[in-house]
């Protein structure tokens, strides 16, 4: 899926430079930055999300005392 992107020229300037001088193209780092950054993209903003939902009383929370008792991991 072929997508457009505009980067400040500094940040275009350095992924030219890191191209250049590893012998990669410019569409492996930004796939690669994609890829690994992607992870924690999801995780901060579904834990927003779901931090949102406890604030508004629309998401159940658990102690920790409860979630042992329930797995019988108590001492």
Do not use: C, H
Not at 8 to 20: F, G
Not at 23 to 32: C, D, P
Not at 62 to 67: A, C, E, F, G
Request: zero cysteines; hydrophobic letters at 35%.
């Amino acid at each position: 899926m072929p997508v457009s992107i505009r980067l400040p020229k500094d940040v275009e300037e350095r992924l030219n430079r890191l191209a250049a001088l590893t012998g990669r193209t410019k569409s492996y780092y930004l796939r690669e930055l994609i890829m690994r950054g992607l992870d924690e993209l999801e995780d901060y903003y579904l834990a927003a999300s779901i931090l949102e939902r406890i604030r508004k009383g629309e998401e159940k929370t658990y102690s920790l005392d409860d979630v042992e008792k329930e797995l019988e991991l108590e001492d």
